[in-house]
């Protein structure tokens, strides 16, 4: 399966869970499109907190201006034209449903692994910031 392949299929699988879980059934396609941006920016973040805690170096955020800017041209912008733009889910949604029970199974299994794993990594990623002493590090 191709890299394009798979990243619709997470969307599809984000999609269906939005649609049963939501009450009303509304804008299901929109949930699951932020879902994945929070989630890439949660392993983004858990990427950079790991580094700065190999490294040993704070990570300056500045303003927080700039990180919006990023997210929104880097994550939410492309995930908008290849999802919500014109529709295009609503022809994911139809190919993947037809894909095999079994196959949808698996998919279910390795999409939730992913997620939880991103969340995981996060949390570890904290955990270790938490534990650094950023006092001591600095230069006197």
């Known amino acids: 399966m191709s890299i394009v392949k798979a990243y619709g299929y997470f969307f599809y699988k984000l999609y269906k869970f939005?649609?049963?879980?939501?009450?009303?059934?509304?804008w299901s396609d929109w949930k699951a499109a932020l879902t994945m941006d929070v989630l890439e920016v949660a392993f983004v973040f858990s990427v950079i907190f790991h580094y700065s805690n190999f490294t040993k170096k704070p990570i300056d955020f500045g303003s927080g201006?700039?990180?919006?800017?990023?997210?929104?041209?880097?994550?939410?912008?492309?995930?908008?034209?290849?999802?919500?733009?014109?529709?295009?889910?609503?022809?994911?949604?139809?190919?993947?449903?037809?894909?095999?029970k079994r196959k949808n199974e698996i998919g279910t299994i390795v999409v939730w692994g992913v997620v939880s794993a991103v969340i995981a990594n996060l949390i570890l990623a904290f955990y270790l910031m938490s534990q650094i002493d950023w006092q001591s590090l600095k230069p006197s």
Do not use: C, T
């Open 65 to 100: 201006g700039l990180s919006i800017l990023v997210y929104v041209i880097v994550i939410a912008l492309p995930n908008y034209f290849i999802f919500n733009h014109r529709d295009q889910w609503k022809e994911m949604v139809r190919e993947f449903d037809q894909w095999p």
């Open 18 to 26: 939005w649609d049963a879980a939501s009450i009303p059934k509304l």
